[in-house]
């Protein structure tokens, strides 16, 4: 970016009069964009002029192409605030059909004699027609506003450094200060503040008019929480002070001996409403895909924990997520998601959002997974009652890609279809890649869990169906892999007999014993008929009981009790699953096990 700007634009080397130039491209349905500048005093002679071009842009290789744009669907704007961004006046408009083809840079230049000497922030808004299929990018280079000061020091970056991290971790915090005024400038310090504390300064050196500096600060966090950290410049010399403070950076700090690993590639200023999760609608399902080379994650390493960068005018409380990870062969979602049924449950609970710009939505698992080194996959399902409007913003931010990294769905009125299989419907590809952060453990030990399941005369059973914490192994498979530490429930069934139980895993291999006291039939186990049907559902079965039954119970693959009857007479009653997640459910009838699919 250029110095002293914010927004959503990138900075490309090899284009413009300076080498650096503001640029994005605008294609398929790709939003506006904006810049708005810092604060700036404009003095008694203003100004305010930049060079500009728009070219084309080839939207099906992804390149930028070096012709002039010629089409019609671009509108663009200026317009100034003097009130520090709380309103903003019109400057000038260029509406769609008015842009005037040309392949090199024209000189715009607005009358601003009416701001002398008052601090007012500019934006530059551009946007597209959605209607129109053309496509191109929008240069901005060379920027001159207000009036220069003799003296003024002015902070040109956010506060860069890791956003999460592990108590009494050392981090680096760096901040880019620029000498503004006309006059060389030294005696300077720049000081770091958690909230109203000071924990730190920097001593800046002597700096030439235009010149600039990156001052680094190391800081370990002894306290577990969040924390808002900030820069500021100490100076006696400076003759504007409005410009000397940065934007507030939001820290998450977590438990000793955590470490935060940043994805790198996938950071970036780009918003995105409806992927990893959307809040617009009460259902919502993404799968990100974190390729091998991109991450920093060592091979044996413990992930513990996901964090994502995001922006919301608006708290949200207690929303339900579960986060499913593994690794996949896949280096592309384009045909679709990896089965959540091959991935691993490590988080099914509530998350909340502050009103934060640049907040951390950190997620610690429930089960810590063991990465192996390959392509990682990562689904998160959310539901909540919490629907937000078109007046609230609440989005992700990351950076758009072409080359397809995630895939999302969302729902109004019912769950995301998530079959036996994990086939996923109504998912959609999506170019964004959210801002990522793993959080990673070396001190979490794995362990080997195997089932022996028997019968009644102590052979083996190989046709019993057994969930482990939620997920449901195939049949006859009774081995679970690299389990972390923890208590995990289980619940095993067998021809309408059920076992539920946990299994305690501390550092060692586990093995469980599950034995079966009787066998009968699913659907005659005693004299008492019982039929259940439409099998599978998309909304109610029916229980057909020719003698009544004392007790029905629904149950999810996690034993949990999702349904229940007593007392139910003979004949034939009816439950209503609508409001049931799509999968298996295990239904009871006095110790009489069914297997039940709602789709």
Known sequence: RPIGWSGSFCVESGHGSDGKVITHSFWFLDGPRNLITNPVFMGDNPVFSFDYRVMQFDINSGEYVDQPFSGTNLEWYVRVSTDNGQTYTDLYYSGYGEHESNADYQTFTLDVSPYANQVCMFEIYVNRDYGMPEAFYFDIDNFQIGTQKDRDFSVVSKIKGLRVLGVNTEAEYTVSVRNEGKESMDGYSLHFYDGET??????????????????????????????????????????????????PFYLSVVEEGTKGIMVESYEGEDLHYNSPISFYYPYSFSQVLYRQDDLKVEEGEAISGIALRYFSDVEIERTRLTVWIGETDSTSLMNGATPVSVLTKVFDGTVDIEALDGGNLVIEFQTPYLYQGGNLAVSLYKESNTVLDESQSM????????????????????????????????????LNRPATIFLTRSDIAFSKVTFNVIDQNNNPVSNATLTFNGTELPEGQYVIENVADGTYPYVASLNGETIEGTVTVAGTDVTETVQFQHVANEFNASKNM??????????????????????????????????????????????????????????????????????
């Open 530 to 599: 019982i039929r259940v049907y439409p099998n599978p559902t998309v909304d109610k079965i029916h229980i057909d009981v020719a003698e009544g039954a004392r007790e029905i119970g629904l149950y999810d693959i996690s034993g949990r009790l999702v349904r229940k009857a007593s007392k139910a007479p003979a004949g034939v009653m009816e439950m209503d699953l609508s409001g049931c997640r799509n999968g298996l459910y295990l239904l009871m009838v006095d110790g009489q096990a069914f297997k039940v699919t709602k789709r």
């Open 395 to 430: 989005a992700f931010y990351g950076f758009y890609s072409l080359s397809t990294v995630s895939v999302s769905a969302t729902s109004s009125d019912a769950e995301i279809n998530v079959d036996e299989e994990g086939v996923l419907s109504q998912v959609t590809a999506v």
């Open 198 to 247: 000071e924990i730190g300064m920097v001593q800046g050196s002597s700096l030439a008019s235009g010149s600039s500096e990156d001052l680094s600060f190391t800081h370990a966090f002894t306290e577990e929480g969040e924390h808002t950290l900030t820069a500021r410049i100490e100076s006696d010399q400076d003759q504007f002070s409005a410009n000397n403070g940065s934007r």
